[in-house]
């Protein structure tokens, strides 16, 4: 396997990158033996431009820009086929995690803008009403222009309406736990706990 433009120097394990990604997944890419069985049974492979094995070795290899500037990690839909099928436990889906959150942390562009969107309005969808409320999330996506023109998915919004499936008003009364959570969640990982 060719991964174009990689230059090492030094220790790659001792980058910032790499100690990044470790601390967020709490995963060793370095027991990856490429043997690819992730790369075959992942279900985007095919529209990524970094196959998840690909992304493991650029990881090790402490190479920070080719991962963060990736589509991979923002096209990964965590359904964790890879995770499941490594022989080696590598939990590659948690990879993918701490990659786009070093990438959003670090400010760097994400190469597909749609999904860092969805990401970020997600996530406060949850923590303002403790779970998703699709139907806020999908105005605020279809107003921020990231979800194709306004009336185009209406059809199906009806009907996922109509089965019940799209609510009008969000959970209340759910959010304060969540917000407990993401508290406890922010305080142990910045070693206050
Ligand atoms: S399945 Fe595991 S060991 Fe094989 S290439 Fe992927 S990460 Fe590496
Ligand atoms: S978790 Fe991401 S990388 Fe892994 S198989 Fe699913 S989509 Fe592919």
Redesign the pocket.
């Known amino acids: 396997m060719e991964i174009s433009g990689i230059s090492l120097t030094g220790d790659p394990r001792r980058t910032d990158f790499v100690r990044s990604v470790l601390a967020e997944s709490d995963v060793d890419?370095n027991?990856?033996?490429?043997?690819?069985?992730?790369?075959a049974g992942c279900p985007v492979a095919y529209a990524m431009d970094l196959t998840?094995?690909q992304v493991?070795?650029a990881t090790r290899l402490g190479q920070r820009d080719l991962v963060l500037r990736s589509k991979t990690i923002w096209l990964c839909v965590s359904c964790e086929t890879?995770t499941t099928?490594?022989?080696?436990?590598?939990d590659?889906a948690k990879v993918m995690d701490a990659a786009r959150i070093t990438a959003l942390r670090e400010g760097i562009e994400p190469a597909v803008p749609e999904v860092a969107k969805f990401h970020k309005k997600a996530m406060r969808s949850i923590r303002r009403h403790g779970r998703m409320f699709e139907l806020g999330l999908l105005i605020g996506l279809k107003l921020g222009g990231a979800s194709g023109p306004l009336t185009k998915d209406m059809g199906l919004g009806m009907k996922m309406m109509r089965k019940g499936k799209l609510k009008f008003l969000p959970a209340f009364g759910k959010a304060r736990p969540v917000k407990r959570m993401i508290k406890r969640a922010k305080a142990l990982a910045a070693g206050k706990e």
Do not use: E, F, S
């Open positions: 890419t027991l990856c033996y490429q043997c690819r069985k992730c790369a998840p094995t493991i070795h890879c099928r490594c022989p080696q436990g590598v590659i």
